[in-house]
């Protein structure tokens, strides 16, 4: 995903009403859904271009922006999810040692599970420390308010994985339970959508390549 396509993204995220509070977490307004539609002024022709909309049509919703989203998060890296990419660089070579990408991580599993209250918590951290783009966050944080949602949608459950995927750390050890000697639930369900993705990407004969690279199951 180029760092030009997705700030075309954000600006389609814009029209979705969204309420956004005093830390950059927002929820969806009143009578709002995932498959409400807005009217929108496509002057650049951006939802056009990007393939979200037939020519002629003015009207976008949640579910398109998160469809668009999961196409070019396929390809996508960590990086390009950042407010200044240079200073996500700087901060992971420095000697903190801080594994940024993982509080990503760690929100995508949270959310999977349905667990809001640390899902929100990870979020709000990597919006402040790694600087994820505060569009991209205040898209995340108004879906994982709807627990119905989450736990039901394939579209949002695709978005979560894939960002899972482009974050995942590279010591996986402690995601280990040893009592139970295997992964624990959260990293176990994470394990089940990569295989619900997987299975349906073989079946299109488009398999992802960092789906097809992540760890067996």
Known sequence: MSYGVFREIERLIEYIPIEIDTYGIGKLSSNTFIDSRY?????????????????????????????????????A??????????????IQNSSSGLPLKNLLFDFCLSA?????????????????????????????????????????????????????????????????????EGFNRRYNTYLKEIGKLSKYNNNCNTPLAKISQAKKI
């Open 77 to 90: 890296d960590i990086e390009e999810l950042v407010e200044s990419p240079r200073r996500y660089r700087e």
């Open 112 to 180: 999977l599970v349905g667990d809001t209250f640390d899902a929100k918590l990870f979020l709000t951290h990597t919006l402040y420390l790694t600087g994820l783009r505060r569009q991209l966050v205040i898209l995340l944080s108004s879906v994982i308010t709807d627990l119905v949602l989450v736990n039901n949608d394939s579209d949002v459950r695709e978005m979560l994985t894939l960002l899972a995927l482009l974050s995942e750390p590279n010591n996986i050890d402690i995601y280990f339970d040893l009592n139970k």
């Open 39 to 75: 009217n929108f002024k496509d002057i650049d022709r951006i939802a056009t271009r990007l393939g979200i909309l037939e020519v002629g049509r003015n009207t976008v919703s949640l579910r398109d922006i998160i469809k668009l989203l999961n196409k070019f998060l396929k390809d």
